[in-house]
Nanobody
Framework: VQLQASGGGLVQAGDSLRLSCAAS????????LAWFRRAPGKEREFVAR????????YYTDSVKGRFTISRDNAKNTVYLEMNVLKPEDTAVYYC???????????????WGQGTLVTVSS
């Protein structure tokens, strides 16, 4: 499977943005899709994940209540709805696929190319 992330852009603090991650190829029912991000000068960090088959979700504390991960099986697409964006959300966002319900990037073997989100204050 290949992943293509899109939807990034420049927004102001408090705005919303929706990222999409389109998958080409078969996504197995046991797969886990996730979003990670890398802010300037920082390590890549986990943001959210979702089980492809059951829609079980999990979020890092800093985005709980503001971000929502979802998937559309028919479109083979995972979304990250981001609300009440803050300057500290500025990062390159990556979608990833793996087989472990994990927050570690090491457990994801397929990555999209990243999409830049910039939040101005």
């Amino acid at each position: 499977v290949q992943l293509q992330a899109s939807g990034g852009g420049l927004v102001q603090a408090g705005d919303s943005l929706r990222l999409s991650c389109a998958a080409s190829g078969r996504i197995f029912s046991s797969s886990v899709l996730a979003w990670f991000r890398r802010a300037p000068g920082k390590e890549r960090e986990f943001v959210a994940r979702i089980r492809w088959s059951r829609s079980t979700t999990y979020y890092t504390d800093s985005v709980k209540g503001r971000f929502t991960i979802s998937r559309d099986n028919a479109k083979n697409t995972v979304y990250l709805e981001m609300n009440v964006l803050k300057p500290e959300d500025t990062a390159v966002y990556y979608c990833a696929a793996g087989s472990q319900y994990s927050s570690s990037p090491l457990d994801y073997n397929t990555w999209g190319q990243g999409t830049l989100v910039t939040v101005s204050s």
